[in-house]
């Protein structure tokens, strides 16, 4: 449970980012819903097998993923 709680601290601190930096809030809002995905299925129970990983809050490089990450 201490792992949902976590997750849905880093969604929310996302959101607060993005109200303060109006410039990125469509990332930051982004980077939110991956988090509550993260924690709803922490609570279900499954694991997320995605293979794309974000970049660090505020990083401003191409979010694309990479030809290595999509053949994983």
Known sequence: MDSVSRLRAMA?????T???HP?????????????EHL???ALLGRSCTSGFSLPAIGD???TTPSA?????
Do not use: I, P
């Open 39 to 41: 924690a709803n299925d």
């Open 23 to 35: 410039e990125k809030s469509w990332k930051l809002l982004a980077e939110a819903e991956y988090w």
């Open 18 to 20: 993005a109200a303060h």
């Open 60 to 62: 401003d490089a191409n």
């Open 68 to 72: 290595h990450t999509m053949a994983a």
């Open 12 to 16: 929310s601190l996302c959101r607060q």
